[in-house]
């Protein structure tokens, strides 16, 4: 058996490989097609151009999808371990709200563009990674607070590194891009594609792109210290059908028993 059939860890290993993808494949369509610049533009730029717009939007739909799927898993997982924590119990359920916030952020990025509604778009981008933000560093206490019965130091450890790389790499794109937003008032910068190296703000520039890439990458990295946690768990769908116009003993059978079509379980 290969290790991605082990359980569900095929799922957030699906979610981390289909987002960096939906980054890199727009990114270097826009490249080849002299959209962007070849020195690490913003990522929305990547997606604000045809044809790499159309690809960029699909792909992070999909991303969202993965990621509820992902997030939604992972409560399951924390609320079928029966932790007495009860403290454990109220992170998880605000660990889930967080995580589906976030997954709707991305959905606003992937369908409102930059040179379109720069508003909703930078607001989609706060809802992805700010609130995305919070939900790691709120996974990441639930990880301390159940490595003994769940697992050992080491995913904590690593966990907390990938947040401090995230909230880190966010601290200093806000920074460059108040910069940013001050010198050029506000007013080019969300139709701004090409960057000469010897104009004002342009140091500014390559820092907060590499800051903006180096987010997307930590926040996604994080869920793939779920898939050791994932390879225990298995998903049963249990199908019943009631026949209620039949008679005789599938009848009778019929009726003794009545569940929902579909039934899933941890």
């Excluded at 040179?115 to 790691?136: K, N, P, Q, S």
């Excluded at 990880?143 to 200093?172: A, D, E, N």
């Excluded at 080019?188 to 990458?217: C, Q, R």
Aim: net charge positive; proline share 3%; charged share 15%.
């Amino acid at each position: 058996m290969w290790w991605f059939q082990e359980g569900l860890c095929a799922l957030p290993a699906a979610l981390v490989v289909w987002t960096s993808a939906s980054f890199i494949f727009p990114f270097i369509i826009a490249v080849l097609l002299k959209h962007v610049d070849p020195l690490v533009p913003y990522i929305s730029d990547t997606g604000t151009v045809t044809p790499e717009k159309c690809l960029f939007g699909i792909m992070l739909n999909l991303s969202s999808l993965l990621g509820v799927a992902t997030m939604y898993v992972r409560y399951k997982h924390v609320e079928a371990l029966n932790t007495e924590e009860s403290n454990v119990i109220r992170w998880n359920k605000a660990g889930l709200g967080l995580g589906l916030i976030s997954c709707f952020g991305l959905l606003v990025v992937a369908n409102f563009q930059k040179t379109d509604m720069i508003h909703m778009h930078i607001l989609g981008a706060v809802l992805t990674f700010g609130i995305g933000g919070l939900y790691i560093l709120l996974q990441t206490i639930m990880s301390y607070k159940m490595q003994t019965p769940v697992h050992g130091k080491r995913i904590f450890w690593i966990r907390l590194l990938v947040v401090i790389w995230c909230f880190v790499s966010m601290l200093l794109m806000f920074v460059t891009s108040l910069i940013l937003h001050f010198i050029f008032k506000g007013s080019t910068m969300a139709k701004k594609l090409h960057w000469d190296p010897h104009e004002n703000g342009y140091t500014s520039h390559v820092i907060s792109t590499v800051s903006e890439w180096s987010l997307a990458f930590s926040f996604v990295s994080f869920f793939l210290t779920y898939i050791r946690d994932f390879k225990n768990i298995k998903l049963r769908v249990l199908a019943i059908l009631n026949h209620d116009h039949l008679e005789g003993p599938l009848h009778n059978a019929a009726n003794e028993e009545r569940t929902p079509l579909l039934a899933g379980a941890l």
